[in-house]
């Protein structure tokens, strides 16, 4: 995946950005100059891949997203995101996710267990159901009421890493920048958080995660929460976070990323005001824990922030498929 990446700085991709979505490749066609999605970390650019099949050919950015958030949950096999998600501090893997049109239509579901894709189950929730939001038990019964299997999930893996991790037992979130010098050490929190713009226009976002590693058994993250991890609005632009969610959801984050960009903030000041925001309210706390925003605008103008150094996001479009960014930081 490194050797993909294309290291460049995010002012660089929002002047692209903007270019391409102001009509730049018009001789290409509606789709090849609108449509882009993007996605949180480097497995995004997998994720982005799958979903740009569905984009490409012209699918609402809402299919786009679950196409993308699907690929992530199922292909892709790392301790936070999907199937191969570390559990809580009592062995079980729970999952999250999130899915939100434009047009303010969302769903969502938290601590879902031994369900393959919590983001379909989300988008059930949203289209079948006249609530928002299902948690636990009652998420696992509606999905199988609604045809999804119910399997363990929990990869061998992940339980020795959990054994392994009893031995201690001391909840310590991660900043991504610590974990890469630590040989062999696992991420123990990230998000999938997608975010994209279709051929006509209209904008969908959607999260997935298996949340922090080693939380208290019925923790809920940013994910599933809509206007913390995720929010969307045709109107003005979305916006995704990663990192841990307990900042996001007391800054309702994501919705004040997309609030700020009302107020006619670019989306990667946007961004960083909502990172500043995040420091204001606990100036200790932030120098230890990573927060990452992500943002696109109705124009296709994409930005992105966090706390530490070390987040990178997927962008892809007609005319890269491939690129990875480096976020600029505080820290
Ligand atoms: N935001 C996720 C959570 O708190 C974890 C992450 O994205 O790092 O569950």
Redesign the pocket.
């Known amino acids: 995946m490194t050797s993909r990446r294309r290291f460049l700085q995010s002012s660089l991709l929002s002047a692209t950005a903007l270019a391409l979505a102001q009509g730049a490749t018009a001789a290409t066609g509606k789709t090849a100059t609108r449509a882009r999605v993007v996605s949180t970390w480097d497995f995004g650019v997998g994720a982005n891949q799958a979903a740009w099949a569905k984009l490409s050919a012209g699918s609402s950015a809402l299919d786009a997203v679950e196409t993308g958030a699907r690929w992530a949950e199922e292909t892709l096999c790392n301790t936070?995101v999907g199937h191969c998600g570390y559990p809580d501090r009592d062995g079980v893997q729970t999952l999250?996710a999130s899915i939100m049109d434009g047009d303010g239509r969302c769903g969502a579901v938290a601590a879902i267990e031994d369900i393959l894709h919590p983001i379909s189950v989300a988008r059930a929730v949203m289209e079948k159901t006249p609530h928002v939001l299902l948690v636990g038990e009652g998420a696992q019964q509606f999905a199988v009421q609604q045809g999804f299997e119910k399997k363990p999930l929990l990869t061998p893996e992940a339980k020795k890493a959990w054994q392994e991790w009893l031995k201690t037992a001391q909840y310590k979130p991660q900043i991504n920048t610590e974990r890469a010098k630590l040989p062999g050490n696992k991420e123990n929190?990230?998000?999938l958080g997608m975010l994209a713009l279709d051929a006509n226009g209209n904008l969908a976002g959607a999260c997935t995660?298996s949340?922090?590693a080693w939380k208290l058994h019925g923790r809920v993250?940013?994910?599933p929460i809509v206007g913390a991890?995720l929010y969307v609005d045709h109107a003005v632009g979305a916006a995704t976070?990663?990192?841990?969610?307990?900042e996001?959801i007391r800054n309702a984050a994501s919705f004040l990323v997309v609030e700020l960009m009302r107020q006619g903030r670019t989306p990667m000041e946007a961004c960083r005001e909502a990172i500043d925001r995040v420091v204001r309210k606990r100036p200790e706390a932030s120098k230890t824990l990573?927060v990452c925003f992500l943002a696109m605008n109705r124009e296709g103008e994409v930005g992105a922030y966090a706390l530490h150094k070390g987040f990178v996001y997927a962008v892809c479009d007609a005319a890269k498929q491939d690129a990875l960014l480096d976020s600029r930081s505080v820290y």
Request: charged share 20%; net charge negative; aromatic share 0%.
């Open positions: 936070t999250d929190h990230d998000t995660t949340g922090m993250g940013d994910s991890g976070a990663s990192g841990v969610g307990e996001m990573q």
